[in-house]
T-cell receptor
Framework: GAVVSQHPSWVICKSGTSVKIECRSL??????MFWYRQFPKQSLMLMAT?????????EQGVEKDKFLINHASLTLSTLTVTSAHPEDSSFYIC????????????????FGPGTRLTVL | GQNIDQPTEMTATEGAIVQINCTYQ??????LFWYQQHAGEAPTFLSY??LDGLEEKGRFSSFLSRSKGYSYLLLKELQMKDSASYLC??????????WGAGTKLIIKP
């Protein structure tokens, strides 16, 4: 099946620093990847849709200058949290859609394992 | 606006059957997903329905009625490992997933 990896799994950083999270589709090409944020006991919140070779589409209320997204290849998207603050502490999850056939008939999104960010 | 409703929390007994309901109002419909999410982990795919009716997959079944904007996830022969949150999500006309808040399922021995 389609596999999506994320790195790092968890990160602790000081307030004011920047953190980069990588999302990779390991065995398929993903022209579209999605970045979600999930606070404790809440559902997933879509932050942005990342399109290979073009600018990301951000959801309302998500600061594009703070959450930088780069989707430079068909298998890699990165999310950089710039000048992180304690309120940015959350569980960040990426997902990817395989448009190459097979399970894509379900329009299924494959999720990475998530990255837990803690900003001190 | 777009809205997905599901119960916040449910409790069931090991070995029993539980049904988790989901109602939705979205701009367009391209299918409904159920995901399972254990605490601290990413969601894992359980089922996808795009046509009316029941889809059975082992101990889990999912039902959809598009005319009623309604789906349910049925879990049989409950096991302790089924304790998790169950997320209902609808793919709207823009092929964007609209997520419910999730139902926390607690299994008691």
């Amino acid at each position: 099946g389609a596999v999506v990896s994320q790195h790092p799994s968890w990160v602790i950083c000081k307030s004011g620093t920047s953190v980069k999270i990588e999302c990779r589709s390991l065995d398929f090409q993903a022209t579209t990847m999605f970045w979600y944020r999930q606070f404790p006991k809440q559902s997933l919140m879509l932050m942005a849709t990342s399109n290979e070779g073009s600018k990301a589409t951000y959801e309302q209320g998500v600061e594009k200058d703070k959450f930088l997204i780069n989707h430079a290849s068909l298998t890699l998207s990165t999310l950089t949290v710039t000048s992180a603050h304690p309120e940015d502490s959350s569980f960040y999850i990426c997902s990817a859609r395989d448009l190459g056939g097979g399970s894509s008939s379900y329009n299924e999104q494959f999720f990475g394992p998530g990255t837990r960010l803690t900003v001190l | 606006g777009q809205n997905i409703d599901q119960p916040t929390e449910m409790t069931a007994t090991e070995g029993a059957i539980v049904q988790i309901n989901c109602t939705y109002q979205t701009s367009g419909f391209n299918g409904l997903f159920w995901y399972q999410q254990h605490a601290g982990e990413a969601p894992t795919f359980l089922s996808y329905n795009v046509l009316d009716g029941l889809e059975e997959k082992g101990r889990f079944s999912s039902f959809l009625s598009r005319s009623k904007g309604y789906s349910y996830l049925l879990l049989k022969e409950l096991q302790m490992k089924d304790s998790a949150s169950y997320l209902c999500a609808v793919l709207d006309s823009n092929y964007q997933l609209i997520w419910g808040a999730g139902t926390k399922l607690i299994i008691k021995p």
